[in-house]
């Protein structure tokens, strides 16, 4: 039978854009300036995220992949003002428990060597071996959810439609971080490698977007820059630099930064139909705030809906990111102000 630690690691990781997402955040967390996604087969056989970041310390191989094992968080209190991606200590885990997982890890006292661990289902430390690697961590995730046939099945029958929405992802991460390189591959069984898109080194968020969706894209944008008062009630700050936010941490303002293609009235589509949303440079779907973008363009006779890159800046008391356990979903606590302001002030 199912062990309760694989049904509750099915919860974390549903999909490949889920391993991915917590590999590409586990490698931004370590302060990585490149990270390389190789997927093999689509990812059905292999999906691997190289990073150049710190490393993991051997004080830490034993217990890195045990359940909720997390080096993020040294209080509670923290998680009001997280800064870093994960704090929950279950990615790895439940990554063990749901593939054949490795990682091969050097710090930058390893010198050109490197340390391989392998884990036992449970995410008990099996065995580690010295090998060649480069300073940074690389996570080998292979033959995803075979312990899981019907969640298996499911991703094989889905497989193109479940890529295109990982490079999507990929898409989001590579635009927003900006100074991080990223090359994401693929390679099928008996083909060649292909690359599906890099960034240069150092970017900046438009060099990013001129890459992947190209220089005319680019051309299309206006800088996108909104800034409202979410309570009407609510007055000025003194300090101008923490305008958001008042004395007792409690939310006041927003602002929403990025591009946005300039409204072409009539026909002809002119950018790629994409819309990128981040809160507080968190990749995630807003599907409402996207649908309010839409509607203001339409209302100007505008017919192809805009190509968006906006990133939500808002106080974290004021969102919630623990609603489901894969952290896709955010609610945020005062959507229906947040619309009503978006549209207002377009
Ligand atoms: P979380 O990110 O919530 O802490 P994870 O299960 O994703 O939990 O990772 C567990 C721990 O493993 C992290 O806290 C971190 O110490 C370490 N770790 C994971 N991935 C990397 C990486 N790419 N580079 C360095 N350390 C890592
Ligand atoms: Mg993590």
Redesign the pocket.
């Known amino acids: 039978g199912r062990s309760i630690h694989q049904i509750q690691s099915g919860q974390v990781i549903v999909d490949i854009c889920s391993v991915v997402k917590?590999l590409v955040e586990?490698?931004l967390?370590?302060g990585a300036t490149s990270i390389e996604v190789r997927f093999k087969n689509h990812g059905l056989d292999s999906i691997e995220v190289q990073?150049n970041?710190?490393?993991?310390a051997p004080d830490?191989y034993e217990t890195?992949a045990l359940k909720h094992?997390?080096?993020?968080l040294s209080s509670y209190d923290d998680l009001s003002s997280l800064q870093t991606f994960?704090?929950?200590?279950?990615?790895?885990?439940s990554l063990c428990a749901l593939s054949n997982f490795s990682i091969t890890t050097a710090r930058a006292v390893d010198g050109p060597k490197g340390t391989k661990l392998d884990f036992e289902v449970s995410g008990k430390l099996k065995g580690t071996s010295v090998i060649a690697s480069q300073k940074g961590?690389t996570?080998t995730v292979e033959s995803l959810f075979n312990n899981l046939p019907v969640r298996r099945r499911e991703l094989e029958r889905n497989i193109k439609r479940e890529y295109g929405k990982v490079l999507g992802l990929l898409h989001a991460y590579a635009c927003v971080s900006a100074s991080v390189r990223f090359s994401v591959s693929n390679q099928m069984p008996k083909g060649k490698k292909v690359v599906a898109f890099s960034t240069k080194a150092n970017p900046t968020t438009r060099d990013n977007i001129a890459n992947i969706y190209g220089a005319k894209t680019l051309l299309a944008l206006v800088p996108l820059e909104l800034k409202f008062e979410m309570d009407p009630s609510a007055r000025p700050t003194k300090s101008a630099k923490n305008w958001s936010t008042q004395e007792d941490g409690e939310s006041r303002g927003v602002e929403i930064l990025g591009h946005i293609s300039r409204p072409v009235i009539g026909e002809g589509r002119q950018t790629p139909d994409r819309q990128m949303f981040f809160v507080n440079s968190r990749p995630c779907a807003l599907p409402q705030v996207s649908k309010a973008f839409n509607e203001v363009y339409k209302s100007y006779n505008v017919t192809q809906s805009p190509f968006i890159f906006a990133d939500l800046k808002i106080d974290t008391n004021a969102y919630d990111v623990n609603v489901s356990p894969d952290k896709r979903t955010i609610l945020l606590h005062d959507q229906t102000t947040l619309l009503e302001k978006l549209k207002s002030s377009l």
Request: charged share 30%.
């Open positions: 917590e586990n490698g967390d370590a990073d970041g710190e490393g993991i830490d890195i094992y997390t080096s993020k994960g704090f929950r200590g279950e990615a790895l885990s961590t996570v």
